[in-house]
């Protein structure tokens, strides 16, 4: 992990006025609406949009711009760019993440209904387990395209992820049922510690949950070493 | 990880990474296999009332009748049964507001239904599942929660709004919800 390229990447997205608009908007919309009427920690925008919203090209817009070949002409190496940005984008969803809890939990707390310890304890843990997910998903999406491509392969694989298992079942083709699932999977990496803590501890839900972080880590670390950037190219 | 040198280029192959994904793939499939092998029970916490206690109850207690659309081969259904109904603490809130009917579709397993799971399909126009009704004790016009996308929480405000909506008389809200099937 290189810190100094964590904290470039949140200096750079706290430097994008879109993305602290969109914030604003996702987050603050619903906090508006507690503040006014009250409501459940549930009432919070959701934590994978927040994450989506900072992470988005974070590998691609790099290398749109050009950044990329610059940084790899420093002693930097591709593993620890890589890592260090899902990590920065994880880091910064989560503060927003704590942030837009603490506001929250205050606006119950001035309509007398203030959270549970339990359920800011859960709300926390999938809060920032969702972050980190999507962080590393953003990733794997953001080593194979330029720019913001990667929300159009998300969007795709969200897509056949709703429409294979519906598809399938009509069918009868379980192997379209299974892709489906794992496509949403994929795009929604989401471990609830709500749902362990009520039902019990599933291995499964955790290793699907790690399988997806880590693998999408790993696949991104083997694209960006792949890749052959240029000075000479116009997209790199 | 020692820094780059020209000697030794920016590439480097991330062995830990690489050999820890691998390992986790394999566990995730060995654990998905023997979860579906030993499956683990996932009883609804909810307790189920018959159409006539239910009915009687609602009567009675003057709580709205919650009705679920349901069947066994329908993978949401499954999902909001997992995720919710088997929730003690949800089933709670389910209970404290509505007194819960469910109806479950046997027509692929049976090759038909009990006439009550039949009229009532009929009653309430249910074009797929899961399917949740709402239907307060005076009759009325039901409040509908179409499918289930995974959203828990917003499936429990979806109800709570509907036990709000069906003590006012008023026209039939149809709530979107993905994840219908039929």
Redesign the interface.
């Known amino acids: 992990m290189n810190y100094t390229l964590v904290f470039a990447f949140l200096r750079q997205r706290l430097a994008s006025p879109l993305r602290v608009i969109l914030v604003a908007v996702v987050a603050g919309f619903p906090l508006l609406a507690m503040l006014a009427a009250g409501g459940?920690l549930?009432t919070l925008g959701n934590s994978y949009f927040l994450a989506l919203i900072v992470s988005a090209g974070l590998i691609g817009q790099d290398v749109s711009n050009g950044t990329l070949q610059l940084l790899?002409a420093r002693?930097?190496?591709?593993?620890?760019?890589v890592l260090s940005r899902w990590f920065g984008a994880t880091l910064g969803a989560g503060a927003l993440i704590v942030l837009e809890l603490a506001l929250g939990a205050a606006a119950m707390a001035l309509h007398h209904d203030p959270p549970t310890p339990g359920d800011v304890g859960v709300f926390l843990a999938n809060g920032v387990l969702m972050a980190a997910g999507a962080a590393a998903v953003v990733t794997l999406a953001s080593s194979l395209v330029t720019g913001l491509g990667d929300l159009g392969l998300l969007l795709v694989a969200w897509l056949l992820g709703?429409t294979l298992?519906?598809i399938g079942?009509a069918r009868g083709w379980s192997w379209m049922?299974f892709t489906g699932e794992q496509l949403q999977h994929l795009v929604w990496p989401q471990l609830?510690v709500?749902?362990l803590v009520?039902?019990?501890f599933?291995?499964?839900d955790l290793?699907?949950y790690?399988?997806t972080v880590?693998?999408s880590?790993?696949?991104a670390?083997?694209a960006v070493?792949r890749r052959e950037l240029s000075y000479a190219s116009a997209n790199a | 990880m020692p820094a780059p040198t020209p000697e030794h280029p920016s590439r480097r192959l991330p062995r830990l990474l690489l050999i820890l994904a691998a390992a986790l793939l394999i566990a995730r499939v060995a654990t998905g296999v023997w979860e579906s092998r030993h499956p683990r029970p996932t009883a609804s916490a909810v307790r189920w009332r018959s159409l006539p206690q239910g009915v009687a109850e609602s009567r009675e207690t003057g709580k709205p009748v919650l009705y679920d659309f349901t069947a066994e081969w329908c993978g949401p259904c499954q999902m909001l049964n997992k995720e919710v109904f088997a929730n003690p603490g949800d089933a709670q809130r389910i209970e404290a507001l509505f007194v819960p009917v469910r109806v479950q579709d046997r027509e692929r397993e049976d090759g038909h239904n009990p006439a009550w799971v039949d009229s009532l399909q009929r009653h309430y126009r249910i074009t797929g599942f899961p399917m949740l009704v709402v239907q307060g004790p005076d009759g009325g016009e039901p409040v509908v929660i179409d499918g289930y996308g995974g959203d828990r929480e917003g499936e429990l405000q979806s109800l709570a709004r509907a036990a709000a909506t069906v003590r006012t008389p008023r026209l039939r809200l149809q709530l979107p919800g993905p994840g219908n099937t039929r």
């Open positions: 459940s549930s790899f002693p930097v190496s591709r593993p620890s760019y709703l298992p519906q079942m049922v609830d709500g749902t009520s039902r019990g599933s291995w499964h290793t699907v790690l399988s880590i693998g880590l790993a696949i670390v083997v070493n």
